[in-house]
């Protein structure tokens, strides 16, 4: 069994200020005031549109992420449904073979302490949960029927893309002090990369 720690990717180069130029290219067609476009005009241009509200500007703009989280993680990432996603299968990898080192992967909980009791029976326990999987393989079932006993911390690969409006959306959800403490483990780095990519889009938005 391997254990590893929780973490994010943005797939591509993300433009932040092609990103702004194009979201008030857009905007402005609403109010038919493309010609006031200037140099630094984006940036005060989309703070206005955040300010007043008329967010829907900001879906004309996407960014995909990798996040490489445990199963719980992910059943709350996937309810953002203004999205679309790609996600590790269960059912057809077979955490067995030489691809995936022939051993189960777990996202280690951040809030367990190295080596502590906690530890130990966390560890203890996705053990016995990779020992099970694979005696269920050797006895002839499929990957998709030993799956049955791999546990919420296993590790798995989602790939979200989805427009800056519904990322917004998604960091004020999942920054929040009530969100689950593995999912803030990811969110809040992610928003920081978010900010410093794309300025203005994210500024207002805190924890």
Known sequence: MQAIRAYTQIYGD????EILNKIERCGRVCYKSEGKIEEGSAEK???????????????????TVKFVVDRGVS???VRHRIASYCQESTRYCNYSKDDFGSEIT????????????GWETWKAAMKSCEDAYFKLLDIGHTAQEARAVLPNSLKTEVVMTANLREWRTFFKLRCANAAHPQMREVTRPLLEDFKNLIPVVFDDITY
């Open 14 to 17: 993300v433009n932040g200020q």
């Open 75 to 77: 059943h709350e990432i």
């Open 45 to 63: 241009f989309v703070a206005g549109i955040i300010k007043r509200g008329h967010e829907a500007v900001l879906e004309h703009a996407s960014v």
């Open 106 to 117: 777990c996202i280690i909980p951040h809030y367990l302490d190295y080596k502590s009791e």
